[in-house]
T-cell receptor, first 114, second 112 residues
């Protein structure tokens, strides 16, 4: 079974630019989550999709962040325009059911905004 | 405010040592506590604890939860270099998608 894959693994951009992160969940997983870890801090929730619908986006920092999940398959997270404080590791996770025990994480995208 | 605190932040031990990692929490509507291991990139699931006093074991790893004192420990016996990783503790709340709160992790380094 293929795991959760994220692309790119690293992204270095300048302040003001746009970046799009992609997450391919495990096939058949309806639940898809985005998390972020800022250096030195804990991993924090950003948002949750159930299929193509946003179930909860209460963790999104501001309106510079836009997440989509077209057709309920892969998801993208766009940051536009990027700011310095957006730097961190963005993790995607997916699950078949609602329990976190079965939450599978991707390897993350390391975003550096210069 | 919900929070999860792990200690120590980092730990260096020699192969064969036994280590204990700590996780304390303050959350409303507690449902479960989870431990993850993050070696290079993706956190991988280790344990899920819901009841006090019941130890979960997997090989050299074991974990237990104390819901009265609001903490959990993760023990690793006879450590190996392959145990080197960041160990994350997360607490799950009863409701809501934003229901998984992580600690900052403990970085364990096992030297030969």
């Amino acid at each position: 079974e293929a795991g959760v894959t994220q692309f790119p693994s690293h992204s270095v951009i300048e302040k003001g630019q746009t970046v799009t992160l992609r997450c391919d969940p495990i096939s058949g997983h309806d639940n898809l989550y985005w998390y972020r870890r800022v250096m030195g801090k804990e991993i924090k929730f950003l948002l949750h999709f159930v299929k193509e619908s946003k179930q909860d986006e209460s963790g999104m920092p501001n309106n510079r962040f836009l997440a989509e999940r077209t057709g309920g398959t892969y998801s993208t997270l766009k940051v536009q325009p990027a700011e310095l404080e957006d730097s961190g590791v963005y993790f995607c996770a997916s699950s078949r059911q609602g329990t976190n025990e079965k939450l599978f994480f991707g390897s993350g995208t390391q975003l550096s905004v210069l | 405010e919900d929070k999860v605190v792990q200690s120590p932040l980092s730990l260096v031990v020699h192969e064969g040592d036994t280590v204990t990692l700590n996780c304390s929490y303050e959350v409303t509507n507690f449902r479960s506590l989870l431990w993850y291991k993050q070696e290079k990139k993706a956190p991988t699931f280790l344990f899920m604890l819901t009841s006090s006093g019941i130890e979960k074991k997997s090989g050299r790893l074991s974990s237990i939860l104390d819901k009265k004192e609001l903490f959990s420990i993760l023990n690793i016996t006879a450590t190996q270099t392959g145990d080197s990783a960041v160990y994350l503790c997360a607490v799950e709340k009863q409701t809501g998608a934003n229901n998984l709160f992580f600690g900052t992790g403990t970085r364990l380094t096992v030297i030969p």
